[in-house]
């Protein structure tokens, strides 16, 4: 497990202090408790530090249609109880998380179903709560400890900084992002796989959360999608 141990050594009389901290290798998948998502750290162009595959994933992407590589699609700013779980190949042993057309009231709905929602405001929470993501103590943060959703800014940087201007490029790239694809607000329907990338960001815009998408033809961090859809998660080291 993550952590630091502190270690008493005596030499010649002399005691000193040795810490060692250790980072934990891994993050539980309670889609697939035998198959835990590996924490394995790339640095950027940037000097920033990412981990190398989606949250969920079995590895990371080899091309930008990996099934293996995809993981998980969460709802913005929920926690990983389950909803996020996606099937995405045969023998993945995973199973899509069914869906729910009730609305939380609070940040964390005691089960893992996937809210859905088509009217406004677009949320799996009713009221909405702004303030769930931001950084590595922020409510709801799915990843590891250490690591958060990445910024608005910080993903802008990354498309620059690394060429990614398409499908072929993300998966190239240093961060190896896959076309996992997204799923709908609407009925909970996965779409796209294969052929686009959503993202999320940790921010919020209005009732909707700005994400980083890709295709064939294209790589922006703009835009926004309703923040009861599913979206892959990248997480930044802090």
């Known amino acids: 497990s993550a952590g630091t141990a502190n270690f008493a050594i005596n030499i010649g009389g002399q005691t000193c202090t040795l810490s060692r901290t250790v980072s934990a290798s891994s993050v539980p998948n309670v889609c697939n408790t035998s198959n835990p998502t590996a924490i394995v750290d790339v640095v950027s162009t940037t000097g920033k530090t990412w981990m190398d595959r989606n949250l969920g994933a079995t590895r990371a992407a080899t091309s930008s249609t990996d099934v293996q590589s995809y993981g998980s699609l969460y ?15 045969t023998g993945d042993g995973v199973t899509t998380s069914s869906t729910t057309s009730t609305n939380s009231s609070t940040d964390t709905p005691g089960h893992g179903n996937f809210i859905k929602e088509g009217s406004s405001p677009y949320d799996w929470r009713v009221p909405q709560n702004t303030n769930l993501w931001q950084g590595v103590s922020g409510t709801n943060n799915p990843c590891p400890s250490g690591y958060r959703l990445p910024t608005e800014a910080e993903w802008s940087a990354e498309l620059t900084a690394l060429s990614i201007t398409n499908v072929s490029t993300a998966a190239s790239s240093v961060l190896k992002l896959p076309s996992a694809g997204r799923r709908s607000n609407i009925d909970g329907s996965l779409l796209y796989a294969g052929s686009f990338g959503y993202y999320w ?22 835009g926004t999608s309703y923040r009861a859809s599913g979206h892959s998660v990248r997480c930044i080291k802090n």
């Open 75 to 89: 709802q913005w700013g929920r926690g990983s109880d389950g909803h996020q779980c996606v099937n995405r190949y």
């Open 201 to 222: 960001s940790s921010a919020v815009s209005g009732s909707d959360a700005p994400r980083m998408h890709f295709n064939n033809s294209s790589a922006i961090m703009g």
